[in-house]
């Protein structure tokens, strides 16, 4: 019994630090990401992002070591959750022509949220341009044209999707063109914008 | 006789000296935009642009006040002859739909060429998030996609093109799928990705 209570105790106290370390890690990324977006990333220093997540300095080098590190730590966790989404809507779908449609509703209406996130920060491009130089990022980037190319393989095979352009080409194609939600409004805008991709992909008579 | 000649000469000379200052003006925002792209706007100086622009540090501050209005005077003069150009192309095609087909695919072959000769440098996308935040250059984006409404609205007017949805909102959706021409390499993938993306605007049955 006591063998067993002494595996016990630890695992729980273990869980409540891990959740507790947690915590404090997603304060510091959304403190981070809020402050360089408004100020710049070369304006931003740790003692702020302390201040304002309100943690001591030491606590936060005990986590970072630099206002970089938790730039894209918040990039690619924020990628991260995307690409879970996608998945996840990808898997509520019943067959190859709704998954493909799924999908690409879903990546459309992330841009949208994204880009309106950041449309009154200033620096928004420059950390746009900053998380993106980093190959962590560029690796989940190629996750999503990944999932979105074996869509379109599964798609061209159920004849949904034209076969006359490699479905790494079409993948590219969808990427780049649903990066115009950004600009859209409504939901129902970004839902014409997804019709006007899909009939791209539609198979040439 | 006197006088006509009078007259002549200076107009020569002033032709001269202007044509004089063209170059060298084109000389710095070759030079100048090249050196940015190697090693960032930061770190580039006017002593290393007049430098390796063979000229004297006390021309370059004739001409322009730092370096950030260099590169700026460099972007513009770029949109602006991709936008000539875009006109040209649209004023030699004889109908709507062709006027379309032609612009779009020299808009894809622009983008390509751009993306290829930026891809080995290391700080092409630091540039573009600068002067991306330039209103001169904003301004002459703003140009091509109403170039690009116009055409749709003339096409949707012939026939070829849906009108379920607002010609400004496909003028997006064609600049935002066209960009994926920058990860194609030769002439024939970009004719595809133009293929697709007309096959998008195509009238709804």
New interface residues.
Partial sequence: MVFAYRGFVPKLWSETIKAHRREVQDTILETASALVAERGLLSVTMSQIAEKAGIGRATLYKYFPDVEAIVLAWHERQVARHLEHLVEVRDHASDAGRRLEAVLDAYAVIHQRRVHHHRHEPYG??L??FV??DEHVAHAEHQVHQLITELLVDAVDAGNV?D??PAA??A??C??????AG??RSKV?VQ??V????????P?R
């Fill in positions: 491009n420059e746009s341009t993106h130089r034209r006359d352009v080409e079409l590219s194609y990427l780049h063109a649903l990066a115009a600009n859209l805008d014409r914008l019709a006007v991709v899909l009939s791209g992909l539609r040439v």
